[in-house]
């Protein structure tokens, strides 16, 4: 098969949601369509079970957790299907929003029962801002749940983007039917058991339907129909590829109902690989040098060899075990020797990989986030990859002042793995970490104390409010620890500002300096 077929084959997305929402339900279904799994009930022991997530670290072990987010990877019909998940509430962090960057697309699962919840929120932000299409899927409609117009409406409201219910629900909770598929025009009935059955609107005549046709419910959704059709939106693929509508899905993850359709349809909608913008121009994925950008590093995946993992999303031409690439950032060249393929916990050696397709590679500690390896003769890089803004800033120093050369080294090592973010205090040696959850600071703790052996103190700012100033207009005199100036890592000059009373304050007071916000979410 050529490198154009293969790559035209490759769905790869991310399942975004809020805790308990449904993701690991319908991750589980869609596994069990990959024949990954024989049967449901296997993902949720995540502890234990066989795709329970990694216990690559000691951490995650102890919380129960995966702290990096996992991929799996399996064939459905003539598709090969790439899905990269990201961490739930409290295991939130960069590594979340990083994700984003190699995926396609994204399905977005809503609990009928809720809406839209924080983080679903958060992270479907960075997929407008990225103009990924997205996918939405809203679950537990065996349950009694609001009305799909209200949701609809929320999701309109909240996320601003036009919403093309691709099916409809006939009821829910106890009075739920099924839905009107309105893509494939027929109606999937709902029996409360695993059974659909798929009734196309010219059948629905028949005699053997009258007693669905006549159900009340049935009658009241023929009318919400046809308003849809009168005063909704209109299908545009065109705007679902540019992330402005997404198509609505409803169903159950559990029962499961709805989950074949949608996933169906998803996969023929979805996108396959697209261009992606370099130094060098844009680059197809069809060209036939091998390229792609580290979109995560995971350290210590094996303790005993302390080796690392750089987490590579393909993004042309097709890779091959040991060969040789180079490294955008230095130019040279080497030979990727070991390299996985991650299918959840399971790590097997791949021997070939296309466009959408994630590779993990050893790390020999020369790769950063971000990174682009390559062959061919140009030499390029991909875009760099956004920083997102820390919810939250602490103090560190070492407990053991005598530590302070490890304490440094280690800092250093797991700032440019993309662990945490690092800021320092203008004229003091403060080291000040920003992060977008409390579990990379955990981590932080943790890898520092094992594999630098340093103890470190964190005390904690709060959260903050950066803005960064323009190189001419730092004045010291205007700040304190109320508003602290710090420096990136490149030596930019920024403002971490208390909260927003502070921020305005200092507008006002000295509406001459400009405060400037860098981050792609807010
Ligand atoms: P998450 O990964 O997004 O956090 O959600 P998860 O799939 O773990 O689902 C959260 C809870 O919601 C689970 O119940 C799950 O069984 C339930 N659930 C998921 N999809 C549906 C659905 O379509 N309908 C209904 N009624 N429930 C659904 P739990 O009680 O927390 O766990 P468990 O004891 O059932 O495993």
């Given at each position: 098969?050529?490198?154009?077929?293969?790559?035209?084959?490759?769905?790869?997305?991310?399942?975004?949601?809020?805790?308990?929402?449904?993701?690991?339900?319908l991750?589980?279904?869609l596994?069990?369509?990959?024949n990954?799994?024989?049967?449901?009930?296997?993902?949720?022991?995540?502890?234990?079970?066989?795709?329970?997530?990694?216990?690559?670290?000691?951490?995650?072990?102890?919380?129960?957790?995966?702290?990096?987010?996992?991929?799996?990877?399996?064939?459905?019909?003539?598709?090969q299907?790439?899905?990269?998940?990201?961490?739930?509430?409290?295991?939130?962090?960069?590594?979340?929003?990083?994700?984003?960057?190699?995926?396609?697309?994204?399905?977005?699962?809503?609990?009928?029962?809720?809406?839209?919840?924080?983080?679903?929120?958060k992270?479907?932000?960075v997929?407008?801002?990225?103009?990924?299409?997205?996918?939405?899927?809203?679950?537990?409609?065996?349950?009694?749940g609001?009305?799909?117009?209200?949701?609809m409406e929320?999701?309109?409201?909240?996320?601003?983007?036009?919403?093309?219910?691709?099916t409809?629900?006939?009821?829910?909770?106890?009075?739920?039917?099924?839905?009107?598929?309105?893509?494939?025009?027929?109606?999937?009935?709902y029996?409360?058991?695993?059974?659909?059955?798929?009734?196309p609107?010219?059948?629905?005549?028949?005699?053997?339907?009258?007693?669905?046709?006549?159900?009340?419910?049935?009658q009241e959704?023929?009318?919400?129909?046809?308003?849809?059709?009168?005063?909704?939106?209109?299908?545009?693929?065109?705007?679902?590829?540019?992330?402005?509508?997404?198509?609505?899905?409803?169903?159950?993850?559990?029962?499961?109902?709805?989950?074949?359709?949608?996933?169906?349809?998803?996969?023929?909608?979805?996108?396959?690989p697209?261009?992606?913008?370099?130094?060098?121009?844009?680059?197809?994925?069809?060209?036939p040098?091998?390229?792609?950008?580290?979109?995560?590093?995971?350290?210590?995946?094996?303790?005993?060899?302390?080796?690392?993992v750089a987490?590579?999303?393909?993004?042309?031409?097709?890779?091959?075990?040991?060969?040789?690439?180079?490294l955008?950032?230095?130019?040279?060249?080497?030979?990727?020797?070991?390299?996985?393929?991650?299918?959840a916990s399971?790590?097997?050696?791949?021997?070939?990989?296309?466009?959408?397709?994630?590779i993990?590679?050893?790390?020999?500690?020369?790769?950063?986030?971000?990174?682009t390896?390559?062959?061919?003769?140009?030499?390029?890089?991909?875009?760099?990859?956004?920083?997102?803004?820390?919810?939250?800033?602490?103090?560190v120093?070492?407990?053991?002042?005598?530590?302070?050369?490890?304490?440094?080294?280690?800092?250093?090592?797991?700032?440019?793995?993309?662990?945490?973010?690092?800021?320092?205090?203008?004229?003091?040696?403060?080291?000040?970490?920003?992060a977008?959850?409390q579990?990379?600071?955990?981590?932080?703790?943790?890898?520092?104390?094992?594999?630098?052996?340093?103890?470190?103190?964190?005390?904690?700012?709060?959260?903050?409010?950066?803005?960064?100033?323009?190189?001419?207009?730092?004045?010291?005199s205007?700040?304190?620890e109320?508003?602290?100036l710090?420096?990136d890592?490149?030596?930019?000059?920024?403002?971490?500002?208390?909260?927003?009373?502070?921020?305005?304050?200092?507008?006002?007071?000295?509406?001459?300096?400009?405060?400037?916000?860098?981050?792609?979410?807010?």
């Amino acid at each position: 098969m050529s490198i154009n077929e293969e790559m035209n084959k490759r769905r790869t997305f991310a399942i975004i949601s809020h805790p308990d929402a449904g993701k690991t339900t319908l991750t589980e279904k869609l596994l069990v369509f990959g024949n990954l799994i024989r049967s449901a009930g296997t993902v949720k022991g995540k502890k234990s079970g066989k795709f329970a997530t990694s216990d690559w670290m000691e951490i995650e072990k102890q919380r129960g957790i995966s702290v990096t987010s996992s991929v799996m990877n399996f064939p459905y019909r003539d598709y090969q299907v790439n899905i990269l998940d990201t961490p739930g509430h409290e295991d939130f962090s960069e590594d979340t929003y990083r994700t984003l960057t190699a995926v396609d697309s994204v399905v977005m699962i809503i609990d009928a029962t809720k809406g839209i919840e924080a983080q679903t929120l958060k992270l479907f932000k960075v997929c407008k801002m990225r103009g990924i299409p997205i996918f939405t899927f809203i679950n537990k409609l065996d349950r009694e749940g609001r009305e799909p117009f209200e949701l609809m409406e929320e999701i309109e409201e909240v996320l601003d983007i036009e919403t093309y219910p691709m099916t409809w629900p006939a009821g829910m909770g106890k009075r739920f039917l099924g839905v009107f598929d309105r893509h494939h025009e027929q109606f999937i009935s709902y029996s409360g058991n695993e059974e659909e059955t798929y009734i196309p609107y010219s059948d629905l005549e028949k005699p053997e339907h009258q007693e669905l046709v006549e159900h009340p419910t049935y009658q009241e959704t023929l009318e919400e129909l046809m308003l849809l059709d009168e005063a909704g939106d209109e299908f545009s693929m065109e705007k679902v590829m540019r992330g402005d509508q997404t198509p609505v899905f409803f169903g159950s993850a559990l029962a499961p109902f709805g989950v074949e359709g949608f996933f169906d349809t998803f996969i023929d909608m979805a996108p396959a690989p697209a261009p992606r913008r370099s130094t060098e121009g844009i680059v197809s994925p069809d060209d036939p040098e091998f390229s792609g950008f580290i979109f995560k590093i995971q350290a210590n995946m094996n303790p005993q060899h302390r080796d690392r993992v750089a987490f590579v999303r393909i993004c042309s031409g097709k890779f091959e075990r040991g060969m040789n690439v180079t490294l955008g950032r230095t130019g040279k060249t080497f030979k990727l020797a070991q390299s996985q393929q991650f299918v959840a916990s399971s790590r097997g050696t791949i021997e070939e990989a296309y466009a959408g397709d994630i590779i993990g590679i050893y790390d020999p500690n020369v790769y950063r986030i971000g990174d682009t390896i390559l062959t061919g003769k140009t030499n390029f890089e991909y875009d760099e990859l956004p920083q997102f803004p820390p919810e939250e800033f602490k103090k560190v120093t070492a407990k053991n002042v005598m530590k302070s050369k490890q304490f440094k080294k280690g800092i250093e090592q797991l700032v440019q793995e993309g662990a945490i973010q690092l800021f320092k205090r203008y004229r003091f040696e403060d080291y000040i970490l920003g992060a977008v959850g409390q579990l990379q600071y955990d981590v932080f703790e943790y890898r520092m104390k094992n594999e630098y052996n340093v103890e470190v103190e964190l005390q904690p700012l709060g959260e903050r409010i950066p803005r960064w100033l323009k190189e001419g207009q730092v004045d010291e005199s205007l700040f304190d620890e109320r508003n602290m100036l710090v420096q990136d890592r490149e030596g930019n000059p920024l403002v971490l500002f208390k909260n927003d009373f502070s921020l305005r304050w200092f507008q006002d007071k000295n509406p001459d300096v400009d405060l400037i916000d860098l981050f792609e979410v807010n």
